[in-house]
């Protein structure tokens, strides 16, 4: 894992931990001066006001992370054994519990119960420890590995890719899964390039050590093209230039090509933004996707739900979900529309479509029939934001490799696309074009500029076929 992408991991557990510790010092404190608890242990009666405690967040929320990172809790394996975790765990609990009373006494602040102390320690380890196995246990489900684990080839002469294998399976990195490795005085860059498609690669790591630079250079420009991540093995730089312009993978020093945009924390923020809007929009809309549902059925014979392969982010397939707006044939029926396609490139897109039902025409004008793509969503296999997914048989038509860059972030509900005019796009280069603007300059306020204008033009239903 990168540099980078460990930072960005331990700073929301340690944001998550700050936030643990602080509810279970107050969780102590309710615990001790709850009249229940202190009749059934039979404690002396304590009414100090919890507002004579609250300075102490001011050290506590801080001051936990740090000891926890001070212990080496940060610093673990990803999947070590429980008993390190609870020993490493253990030890932070007690000194910022011990911290915490001699925080007290510095400032003078009136000491709390004897039991808020052990209540607060034992909770927070709880707690803490709860997190940690909820992560581990999401780490190793199927889902996760899907999602997160990087798909990459090793390339670079013979010998070396052999051993960057060999030392990457010896540090356990479950997150890398190896697909091939390649020889570059062997094997050429068009061969490269149909093995990222095959494979679904999002990664390549290169090691330049004992190959030609002109291959890796070509490498790399395929790469960029592809929009896949090409990571430079620089081990043949001296460290104080590393230090200073790279980043390390295990270890090693790399040089990161990156064609797609590269905002963490913005990034983080993207994939919560998507994981809680598609699980609200699901819990507040089950009734009218349930209505839509009823009315595909009522009207047409079929199932309620269409289903396709479509490519997914480096180009990997997934199914999409949509609601049946068409007859149950119509995949057979469309090559004998094929001449009646008014969208240039591999794209089919026909004006009042014979396929279509009469209920599906409704659908498709305020794009109801995409609602289902909101499970695609929260299964993190598409975006709120994004190029839309193209069906596998079509981006295979893709007859400029430029274009596959529009694969290198994940598909979307709604994209620039959407709203300069949504289906009044009639040339696929300029739909591209829109795909790559969009991934070229993305932020944060532009997905919510984009999400912003996306609602007048479904409800207009405006450009709809």
């Not at 399976?169 to 091939?180: D, T």
Request: proline share 5%.
């Amino acid at each position: 894992m990168l540099r980078r992408d460990r930072q960005i991991r331990m700073q929301i557990h340690q944001l998550m931990d700050a936030c643990l510790f602080a509810f279970s010092f107050w969780l102590a404190y309710e615990l001790r001066a709850n009249p229940t608890i202190i009749n059934l242990f039979g404690l002396r009666e304590w009414t100090q006001p919890f507002e004579t405690y609250m300075s102490l967040y001011l050290v506590l929320i801080p001051a936990a992370p740090l000891i926890l990172e001070g212990q080496g809790f940060y610093a673990r394996p990803m999947l070590c054994p429980r008993s390190t975790t609870a020993w490493i765990l253990f030890k932070g609990c007690f000194f910022i519990s011990i911290g915490l009373v001699l925080t007290m006494f510095l400032f003078q602040i009136p000491p709390v119960a004897r039991w808020v102390v052990i209540w607060f320690g034992v909770s927070s380890f709880g707690l803490v420890f709860t997190k940690e196995e909820v992560f581990w246990w999401f780490v190793s489900s199927k889902l996760a590995q899907e999602q997160y684990r990087r798909r990459v080839i090793l390339v670079g002469a013979s010998e070396e890719t052999v051993r960057m294998e060999a030392e990457l399976k010896s540090k356990s990195a479950p997150e890398i899964e190896i697909l091939a490795r390649v020889d570059l005085n062997q094997t050429t860059v068009p061969r490269l390039v149909e093995m990222l498609h095959e494979h679904s690669v999002n990664g390549v790591i290169l090691s330049a050590k004992h190959a030609y630079f002109e291959q890796v250079e070509a490498a790399i420009r395929a790469c960029e093209l592809e929009g896949v991540e090409a990571w430079l093995v620089a081990d043949f730089f001296k460290a104080q230039i590393s230090r200073t312009s790279f980043d390390d993978f295990y270890g090693w020093p790399v040089l990161v090509f990156r064609s797609t945009p590269d905002s963490s924390w913005p990034r983080v923020a993207k994939q919560l933004i998507d994981s809680l809007g598609s699980f609200l929009a699901l819990l507040f809309g089950w009734l009218l996707l349930g209505l839509l549902a009823l009315l595909v059925k009522l009207t047409s014979p079929g199932p309620v739900l269409f289903r396709q392969q479509r490519s997914g982010i480096n180009g990997r397939p997934f199914t999409l979900y949509k609601f049946r707006t068409m007859v149950t044939n119509a995949e057979q029926l469309k090559h004998e529309l094929a001449a009646m396609n008014e969208m240039t490139g591999p794209v089919f897109k026909v004006t009042n479509d014979p396929r279509v039902t009469r209920v599906g025409k409704f659908l498709r004008k305020y794009s109801l029939d995409e609602l289902p793509q909101l499970f695609n969503v929260l299964r993190g296999e598409m975006s709120l934001v994004g190029p839309r997914p193209l069906p596998v048989d079509e981006v295979k038509r893709f007859n400029d490799l430029a274009h596959r860059r529009r694969l290198s972030v994940k598909p979307g509900l709604t994209c620039l696309w959407q709203v300069s005019g949504r289906n009044n796009v009639c040339d696929f280069k300029d739909w591209v074009r829109l795909d790559l603007e969009y991934i070229d300059t993305w932020s944060l306020w532009l997905d919510i500029w984009i999400l912003w204008r996306t609602l007048p033009a479904v409800l207009a239903g405006t450009g709809a076929k």
